[in-house]
């Protein structure tokens, strides 16, 4: 089947550490999305991709980074330098703009 | 910039009542609006994708109407069910780049 899966689900990051989440999709889409939940909130967009080799930032992009070298995968790298990076990450991916997105099942990123 | 805002933030009825949810948003140079429903600590399900040129979109006992002039879009639920509980996210599309902006989200509780 189709699918985003993004891993890993739980993720433990200590103080001053980079941690990189995963995401890959093989449903041929194009363009791939990077957003952040905090709780009782909205998503916010992290980083966002139309083709390979090339990225954008979102709307709260201080402290990540993103790679895009395959159409597959969109890994997101949160730094050091993201002072309260512990949230809900999703990945998701659309095809077209008259598509909608597809979402994967999200890492939950904790900082100890 | 697309702003979108959801209301109620919470909702809860009893089994078998019928609910309307709420979304609205500013820009109204849309091509599209999605629905997606959340489960706690899980990723997003999509529900409904309705195109500009549509009014309603209709998937089992969900339809979603749309109307770019007022800037608003309602989910209606029919006959709700316990398994219906769930936070439930609209979605615009803001920027030529299909970056979707959501809302807060309405929780929905259904009393069996």
């Known amino acids: 089947d189709g699918g985003i899966t993004q891993s890993p689900k739980y993720l433990f990051r200590k103080e001053g550490q980079n941690v990189t989440l995963s995401c890959e999709q093989n449903?041929?889409?194009?363009?791939m999305y990077w957003y952040r939940q905090d709780p009782g909130q909205g998503l916010r967009l992290i980083y966002y991709?139309?083709?390979?080799?090339?990225?954008q930032k979102g709307d709260i992009a201080e402290g990540y980074s993103v790679s895009r070298e395959k159409k597959e995968s969109f890994p997101l790298t949160v730094t050091s330098a993201q002072k309260n990076p512990t949230a809900f990450y999703l990945c998701?991916?659309?095809?077209?703009?008259?598509?909608?997105?597809?979402f994967g099942s999200g890492t939950r990123l904790t900082v100890v | 910039k697309q702003e979108v805002t959801q209301i109620p933030a919470a909702l809860s009825v009893p089994e078998g009542e019928n609910l309307v949810l709420n979304c609205s948003f500013t820009?109204?140079?849309?091509?599209?609006l999605q629905w997606f429903r959340q489960d706690p600590g899980k990723g997003l399900t999509s529900l409904l994708l309705?195109?500009?040129?549509?009014r309603e979109q209709t998937s089992g006992r969900l339809n979603a109407s749309l109307d770019k002039s007022s800037g608003r879009s309602t989910l209606y639920i029919a006959a709700s069910q316990p398994g219906d509980s769930a936070t439930y996210l609209c979605?615009?599309?803001?920027?030529?780049?299909?970056?979707?902006?959501f809302g807060s989200g309405t929780q929905l509780t259904v009393l069996p």
């Open positions: 998701a991916s659309s095809t077209d703009r008259y598509y909608g997105y597809t």
């Open positions: 449903l041929n889409h194009d363009a």
């Open positions: 991709s139309q083709i390979v080799n090339d990225f």
């Open positions: 820009d109204s140079a849309i091509y599209n």
């Open positions: 309705i195109q500009s040129s549509q």
């Open positions: 979605a615009a599309p803001s920027g030529s780049a299909r970056q979707l902006t």
